[in-house]
């Protein structure tokens, strides 16, 4: 059985010591009054939330996987998980980061982030249904009607209601340009959405009494391909004008999928059947409109990873320090024992640095983009606004690919320090590697990710955003050029000629 | 559902174009009658057993899995094993490279190895079954005393009786040294043997009517670690010097493993109660005789993933040619198609051209190893003997290793390729990832497989096998450098003052 322990003090030193949050959110009058202990008492119960809430569910959802009721397109989530997220309503946990005026608590994306690092860490398929809530919630908070907000951002915040980004359908998921659901205008200024979607993630369960479907669909009237795709919500259950509960919707479960991994959460097959949703933006920008979802679904699909990491390795450095086999190159280490433990062992200590390496490198950047975000949001400064908001946009793909591509090897790693224990399951590790999988492929695969990075991020605005995060580097290694601990790396010999890299 | 082709002109160029074996095999006086026909039919004949047979019980082998009856210790195989397995042993298929004298038919490595990948491309977890016979039958027939040969040669050779490795406990893998399995030497000079096995594969199963377990173990006597093992021969059903099968032996299963993958075969753990055993060799020197089984098992292994990584690719360039998906960088390829196939973007190409290079190049490793095999046991020269068990000395780690960890990188590849398809169950792709991730893991970790390599392989001898090789490399370039095809690549401009690599 896993263990896991929320990395509160790598956290810690992360915002405070490397970043300092406190202080750099102090200019921002939403979070003026933020302080270092307010932070740090939030991250600690969260983490207990985590460890010991929906940690002990990860491996039950695993073996007994998600149903689905085809008499009634109902599905069940696995044993706990209904009962998880009724506490994490009950302790006001959706609202964290969520705008005041919708019954949020208003805190910054940088406990937001390190929230989620430990969500993900506990329990990656659970992690997923209040994850596409979140999503749901940020692409209505930016470009919903005032009517959608009203009706749709309170239960999402209080995560009474659950939200779905349905996108893929069966001949097109990188290529959205193709997809064929199509919505028609009704007199009353509601839309008839017909078609059918493929692998939505948290899109039929039992954790809530509503869920609220973000949908990708097509006017009458559109353009062929990308330019003519529109967003709609579209809830299972309409919602009267008072916010009560009315009629079940035309959209309905039609299978789940059986995945090599994350089976805790329901990946569902739907179909709409004359839908009635309402428009979400301008007709045929929905693609843009989605891009908001998207981006931070890519960031949380970084973060997924990062949690993964995480928790592999502080196992698999916890097997390394116990399990004994063969003796130290350099001598026995613990003579009094039968053989040392394996942790001495060179390679073992590099698969297993390899994976702190990506969990610390990976923790810093996924702060650091957050605190970006938080910034880009509240500034007061036009221009630093603009400029978070271009750093956000060049990382974000770098979060997503670097993160899970490097997760995918560190987690590999941290399971073959288990020798043949790696594969079995009661250990846990092949279910990281079998959850991790997942995050290379959705939220646009990672070589979509280099696309995005190098035709919009970089040569896009002909190198402006790469040219702004260079000059923060650069200013980095002029702060710390004098740090004593941070030497210059001397030339290597014979290179000279060579254009030096450092 | 996945396909399989048998990559029969692909093993046909290898064998008889790039190595023309049938003219090697000549100086052999073994395998002087064999021509290029006979192997060209008996790989045509062993394609189709391996498709038609056993690919089709792969998917459903990997759900089901094997069922373990605690009352009777018995364990059944998932449906269709067995009956496969028969099919398997009335069409002579488990002598293919034994020994005549044992009734076996005495064709070369080479077509076995080439027959076993087929087999591996089908269904890993089944062939394990065959597999670790066939591993058996080397050791024994490499150590065993007349008798032990007399009684379980023929029986191995046939395929009505299988056999395993049990070395592994459940303190001990790498560092064998620490096995406490006790055997107690009885009046008869028999032994009786106790202790608790695990990770057994193939280590119960109704497929065969008996099972020839070898298994490590200590004698009263042995001095401590690696110099105090012994081998020994215990199987499940004693054997009466007729031949018959005599009472159930005390070596029972006493749980299965539940793995991330080769679900298929019974991963067992085997708890001997004073089971009754005969030493294999010498006393005390049970590892070395043990590393002939292991040997074989090494290039099995890579075998096993060499099979992955041939039926991984061919169904993912097969995806790849069918599924439309945004248009090729360089204009359309398919304009009366809404979009073109995937195998015309950069990136796929790639995963998927990485993936047939480790195929490719894989087999003719393979095959290259299994002929200098065949000349090591046949040739009538010794020098040519001991040169040729230098080299698969000194290959096998890394066929072992090599093949793992790039079979590894290119079935992750080909997922990829799927896109979300690449996730879901039905496709075949995540089971092929975790079928392989078993092969970097067993008969020796894979770093245990660079400790061998660079200890005992190439510092072992100060060198001597490894410049044999270099001399085979530098000989294989000499004959080609006129050949036009093989420019030598220009220097570099800006390089000259480095050491030139080529």
Same sequence: chains 1, 2.
Avoid at 219 to 236: E, H, R, T
Avoid at 297 to 319: D, I
Avoid at 470 to 494: D, E, H, M, T, Y
Wanted: one cysteine or more; hydrophobic letters at 40%.
């Amino acid at each position: 059985m896993p263990q896991y322990t929320p990395p509160l003090r790598d956290m810690q030193f992360v915002l405070h010591e490397v970043l300092d949050v406190t202080k750099e959110l102090k200019i921002l009058p939403a979070h003026a009054e933020l302080d270092t202990d307010t932070i740090n008492a939030v991250l600690e119960e969260g983490g207990k939330f985590a460890a010991e809430v929906i940690f002990p569910l990860n491996q039950g959802g695993d073996q007994e996987g998600c149903s689905l009721d085809p008499a009634n397109h109902e599905v069940r989530a696995p044993g706990g998980f209904k009962e998880a997220y009724e506490r994490y309503v009950a302790g006001g946990w959706p609202a964290l980061s969520c705008d005041p005026e919708y019954g949020g608590q208003g805190l910054p994306h940088v406990v937001n982030q390190c929230f989620y690092e430990m969500l993900n860490s506990s329990n990656q398929a659970w992690t997923m249904y209040p994850g596409l809530s979140h999503g749901a919630y940020e692409c209505l908070h930016a470009h919903g009607t005032a009517e959608q907000k009203r009706l749709y951002l309170p239960k999402l915040t209080s995560g009474e209601w659950t939200g779905t980004m349905c996108l893929t359908e069966p001949h097109c998921g990188t290529d959205l340009g193709m997809l064929r659901t199509k919505a028609e205008p009704q007199a009353d200024g509601t839309y008839h959405i017909t078609g059918q979607k493929i692998f939505i993630s948290a899109g039929e369960h039992d954790l809530a009494e509503n869920i609220i479907h973000l949908v990708l669909a097509r006017l009458p009237d559109a353009p062929q391909g990308s330019k003519g795709i529109s967003l709609f919500v579209v809830p299972k259950f309409l919602v009267r004008p008072d916010g009560s509960l009315g009629s079940r919707n035309r959209i309905y479960c039609g299978g789940l999928e059986h995945k090599m991994g994350i089976h805790g959460n329901a990946t569902a097959q739907l179909v709409l059947d004359g839908a009635v949703g309402t428009l979400v933006g301008e007709p045929h920008k929905g693609l843009a409109a989605m891009f908001v979802m998207m981006n931070a679904a890519r960031l949380g699909v970084g973060t997924q990873s990062l949690g993964l990491t995480e928790v592999a390795y502080q196992n698999a450095v916890a097997y390394a320090r116990e399990r004994l086999q063969s003796r130290a190159l350099s001598g026995p280490k613990a003579a009094d024992k039968p053989a040392d433990p394996i942790i001495v062992h060179p390679d073992v200590r590099k698969m297993l640095l390899t994976a702190r390496a990506y969990a610390e490198a990976g923790r810093a950047l996924t702060i650091w983009t957050a605190l970006q975000i938080d910034k880009e949001i509240h500034s007061p400064d036009e221009a630093v606004r603009r400029d978070c908001a271009d750093l956000v946009a060049l990382v974000t793909p770098i979060v997503k690919a670097f993160l899970t591509d490097n997760g995918w090897i560190a987690i590999s790693h941290c399971l073959q320090v288990y020798g043949g224990h790696g594969y079995i399951r009661e250990w846990g590790m092949e279910q990281y590697l079998r959850d991790a999988r997942i995050n290379m492929i959705y939220e646009g695969t990672n070589t979509i990710q280099s696309l995005d990075l190098l035709g919009r991020k970089v040569l896009g605005d002909a190198g402006a955003r790469l040219k702004k995060f260079g000059k923060l580097v650069q200013s980095f290694v002029g702060r710390r050029s004098a740090n004593a601990g941070i030497p210059r790396a001397p030339r290597r010999p014979g290179r000279e000629g060579h254009q030096a890299h450092l």
